[in-house]
């Protein structure tokens, strides 16, 4: 059974950083990429980075671009999602997410609160 659960998420003043963790379980972690989702309230979820396999290639959201790093730790079956330099626009939950062919599981998400 795929398990993903999301940790560090909080209450943070704009300009501000937050390192996202997200453990994996039940797949065979190091074969997959992993991505980091994002949706703030009344708004669709949005890609915010990606990561292959073995780390080898990231991408990101313009709007994070710079500013968020994206990275895993196979031997731990971990993704974290560094996010520096916090605007208020950064506020919503934040998810993890594994693409397995037709089978796509999701963590429970993690709220982020950019505010002053």
């Known amino acids: 059974q795929v398990r993903l659960v999301e940790s560090g998420g909080g209450l943070v003043q704009p300009g501000g950083s937050l390192r996202l963790s997200c453990a994996a379980s039940?797949?065979?972690?190091?074969?997959?990429?992993m991505n980091w989702y994002r949706q703030a309230p009344g708004k669709e979820r949005e890609l915010v980075a990606v990561i292959t396999s073995a780390g080898h290639f990231t991408n990101y959201a313009e709007s994070v671009k710079g500013r968020f790093t994206i990275s895993r730790d196979n031997a731990k079956n971990t993704v974290y999602l560094q996010m520096n330099s916090l605007k208020p626009e950064d506020t919503a939950v934040y998810y993890c997410n594994v693409e397995r062919g037709i089978f796509v599981s999701w963590g429970q998400g993690t709220q982020v609160t950019v505010s002053s």
């Open positions: 039940g797949f065979t972690f190091s074969t997959y990429g």
